[in-house]
């Protein structure tokens, strides 16, 4: 099983290893070498998220109908090429934004929307998958390999970037992007081989099909399950909404240069680690759920370290919320986790795992819109860039109480009480989705 929680772990690492230069080094340089509009950069960015319904149903599609034999491997590969592709191909489109404006976006949406494409393909697949290897007591361990995997692909990804880019030219940017690419494709590549059993032309245990309105009633007909959904959408708006304004803000404020902000990411990432891996070690001594509240309130902390850092230019402060905000979404992180497996039934891991991935890159989109569209009126407004940002990280403070007081409502064991008739709750779901 060691080898099987290592090969879901690179796989995690491959698709995340391609968001740090497109979400964090390429934002920043769109935004401050290159002067493009914060607003068109969220755009970008958020274009991958617009796929994010379809997690839903490919999860739901996957669990019933396998394709060559596998459920979960055919998506998760297609899903890896299109996220190499898109990050090899996005400085590219970067450039060109400022030579042709209107060709730029055309190959933009193109580029991250092949990023997004494959990011929901892959991502759904292999924690459903993750999901199904593990068993149900082997679910934390396995989530919490994979995460730790990430995270530390993630710090070394930003730390690789932040060193090929001491000195900051077109040329080195493309080869830094390119190099990512390859290594995740290396990785992702291994982390596929013999992972997946092959299973029958299709699964009977799963006869009954789904439209979108029988999926909506399912995930609509349990009140908890309502409000775990917007819990996780107002949480992780909040505190990924972040991800294409940090390293801009971290220029702008107070002039940090590409490989000093690049590795912003690198700090943000081992406090991550370091709190997760402390959350998962006191699991069973502190509640799954007052851990969530824990890093809520953290959250709420470290942007408003992130605010006064500017109004008294103080770097120091600056780097405080950073090391805060790593350390609150990490120790979300796994709450959250453990709480989103203790909200999937074992008869439609695939959807549920899909429709806790649709909250998420709602959340990316929702936070990354927010993000530009806030900091370029607000800019406009008051001829101010800094004021932009802050007023960005004031709204994500109050989200997070926001998903906080939605949070004393959810109710894990009323949840599984719900939900111990799967069967029957499956088929009111049919009957209504018919009616």
């Known amino acids: 099983m060691f080898i099987k929680r290592f090969q879901l772990g690179l796989l995690h690492v491959a698709v995340a290893m391609t968001l740090v230069p497109i979400n964090s080094t390429l934002n920043r340089v769109m935004i401050k070498e ?32 396998p394709v060559w034999g596998y459920r979960r491997s055919p998506y998760i590969f297609l899903g890896l090429i299109l996220c190499v592709t898109g990050v090899i191909v996005s400085p590219y489109v970067a450039f060109l934004l400022v030579q042709n404006r209107g060709l730029g976006i055309f190959l933009g949406i193109l580029a991250f929307g092949a990023w997004g494409m494959g990011y929901n393909l892959a991502s759904v697949s292999y924690l459903s998958l993750a999901t199904e290897i593990s068993g149900e007591e082997g679910r934390s361990k396995t989530i919490a390999t994979m995460f730790i995997m990430m995270i530390i692909g993630i710090i070394l990804t ?25 290594i995740a494709l290396v990785m992702g590549l291994a982390g596929l081989f013999r992972l997946e059993e092959k299973k029958s032309a299709k699964d009977e245990s799963a006869e009954i099909g789904f ?39 971290g220029a702008q404020a107070f002039g940090l240069a590409v490989n000093a902000t690049t590795k912003i990411t690198a700090i943000w990432g081992v406090c991550f680690l370091i709190s997760m891996s402390i959350g998962a070690a006191v699991e069973k001594k502190i509640p799954k759920m ?3 509240k824990i890093g809520g309130w953290a959250g709420i902390g470290a942007f ?25 979404t990490g120790i979300s992180t796994v709450s959250n986790l453990s709480l989103m497996l203790d909200m999937t039934t074992t008869g439609n891991v695939g959807m549920f795992i899909g429709a806790w991935g649709m909250a998420n890159a709602i959340s990316r989109l929702a936070g990354n819109m927010l993000s530009g569209i806030v900091r370029d009126t607000v800019t406009v407004l008051t001829k101010n860039e800094v004021a932009g940002y802050s007023i960005v990280f004031f709204i994500e ?26 069967l029957s709750f499956i088929e009111r779901a049919a009957i209504a989705g018919e009616g």
């Open 397 to 422: 403070i109050l989200m997070l109480i926001s998903s906080l007081l939605i949070l004393r409502n959810v109710n894990i064991d009323l949840f599984k009480k719900q939900s111990e008739d799967n």
């Open 304 to 328: 408003s370290l992130i605010v006064i850092s500017s109004l008294i230019l103080n770097l120091s402060v600056f780097y405080s919320g950073v090391i805060l905000l790593g350390l609150a």
């Open 290 to 292: 007052t851990q969530a």
């Open 158 to 182: 930003s730390i690789t970037l932040g060193n090929m880019l001491e000195v900051y030219n077109e040329a080195i940017l493309i080869q830094a992007f390119r190099v990512v690419g390859l």
């Open 34 to 65: 290159l002067s493009v509009s914060a607003t068109l950069v969220a755009i970008m960015a958020s274009l991958p998220y617009l796929f994010s319904p379809i997690q839903v149903a490919i999860g739901s599609f996957s669990d019933r109908y």
């Open 211 to 249: 439209n979108w309105k029988q999926i909506y009633t399912m995930l609509t007909g349990n009140k908890q399950v309502t409000r775990f959904f917007w819990y996780l959408t107002l949480l992780l708006t909040a505190i990924l909404g972040q991800d294409i304004l940090l390293e801009p803000y």
